[in-house]
């Protein structure tokens, strides 16, 4: 089974509108953390948020934020103002032992291309 | 700046040939990793490495091999005996557990291209 599902394989969305990148994920471990990473086309990740198992609000790093909820095993990404250079594939991942935990293994999505139209 | 140096970006080779990749590191990281990622897909892990002298095998090793006797560099080989070697090669570093989120820092990345 899939641990981590990106249901969409394109979005569009306007200069300056918010944007929602949705992520669900699938665990019995009670200890986990979510990442998401931006790759621009010359291909490199960059990490953009975490967010841990246990945190009681969701996690934000300036125009990202991570609207968690945990029941539902989602972990969706929104993006506010969208600009040009937003651009890119967005990968939702997974590593089941969260925070402190001896699991190296990250777990990806199959991502979402984001494009934002001037 | 710290960061992680994938070489060569670009690398063709002809059937049959083994290939290094390199990855270096100037994170002070302990642990490594190398991602293989395939068009339309997310990444795929080969190996990482904890600690100098020793690694692990990921979802998808057969065919590769790597070496950790520096704790910056962790070379990848891509072998004759992987059958579809052509893809996005990725390496990575982390902190070890304990030691927070354990968010990856990536490279650049190698696109090899088997002819």
């Known amino acids: 089974a899939q641990k981590i599902t990106q249901t969409q394989p394109g979005m569009f969305v306007q200069e300056k509108e918010a944007v929602t990148l949705d992520c669900t994920y699938d665990?019995?471990?009670?200890?986990?953390?979510l990442f998401w990473y931006k790759q621009p086309s010359s291909g490199e990740m960059i990490f953009l948020i975490y967010?841990?198992?246990?945190?009681?609000q969701n996690a934000t790093e300036g125009r990202y934020s991570l609207n968690f909820q945990k029941a539902r095993k989602s972990a969706n990404l929104v993006i506010s103002a969208s600009q040009l250079g937003d651009s890119a594939m967005y990968f939702c991942?997974?590593?089941?032992?969260?925070?402190?935990?001896?699991?190296?293994?990250?777990?990806f999505g199959k991502g979402t291309l984001l494009t934002v139209n001037p | 700046d710290g960061g992680i140096t994938q070489s060569p970006k670009y690398l063709f080779r002809k059937e049959g040939q083994n290939v290094t990749l390199s990855c270096e590191q100037n994170?002070?990281?302990?642990?490594m990793y190398w991602y293989r990622q395939d068009p339309g897909q997310g990444l795929r892990l080969i190996y990482y490495?904890?600690?100098?002298?020793?690694?692990q095998k990921g979802d998808i090793a057969e065919g590769y091999s790597v070496s950790r006797e520096k704790k910056e560099s962790f070379p990848l080989t891509v072998t004759s005996a992987q059958k579809n070697p052509t893809a996005f090669y990725l390496c990575?570093?982390?902190?070890?557990?304990?030691?927070?989120?354990?968010?990856?820092?990536f490279g650049e990345g190698s696109r090899l291209t088997v002819l």
């Open positions: 990575a570093s982390s902190t070890n557990p304990g030691q927070g989120a354990m968010e990856l820092f």
């Open positions: 665990t019995s471990d009670p200890s986990y953390g």
């Open positions: 967010q841990g198992s246990y945190d009681q």
């Open positions: 991942a997974m590593r089941e032992g969260g925070w402190g935990g001896s699991n190296y293994k990250l777990t």
């Open positions: 994170l002070n990281h302990d642990a």
């Open positions: 490495s904890q600690i100098v002298n020793d690694f």
